[in-house]
């Protein structure tokens, strides 16, 4: 994971990953602390992610890849 964006004060981070053999949706958060990234939460295919910073929002990450074959 790149810290480059805490050192350049982006205070939050959100790593999607959608594709791969085997991989569900993933989503992980995390916040700029000291010069690094610290986890805030994260969320496969099936759970809710759910934050209430930098913003409100909550969601399944399956919504992401839409209808699977």
């Known amino acids: ?3 480059g964006y805490a050192a350049a004060g982006v205070p939050f ?4 990953e959608l594709e791969g053999e085997g991989v569900m949706p993933l989503v ?3 916040r700029a ?3 690094g990234l610290v ?3 994260s969320a ?4 809710t992610l759910a934050l209430t910073e930098p ?3 909550a969601f399944d990450p399956a ?7």
């Open 63 to 69: 919504v992401l890849t839409g209808p699977r074959r």
């Open 1 to 3: 994971m790149n810290i």
């Open 28 to 30: 992980e958060v995390f």
């Open 55 to 57: 913003f409100e929002v």
């Open 39 to 41: 986890p805030v939460a």
């Open 33 to 35: 602390k000291e010069g």
């Open 13 to 16: 981070f959100m790593r999607v």
């Open 44 to 47: 496969r295919a099936g759970q």
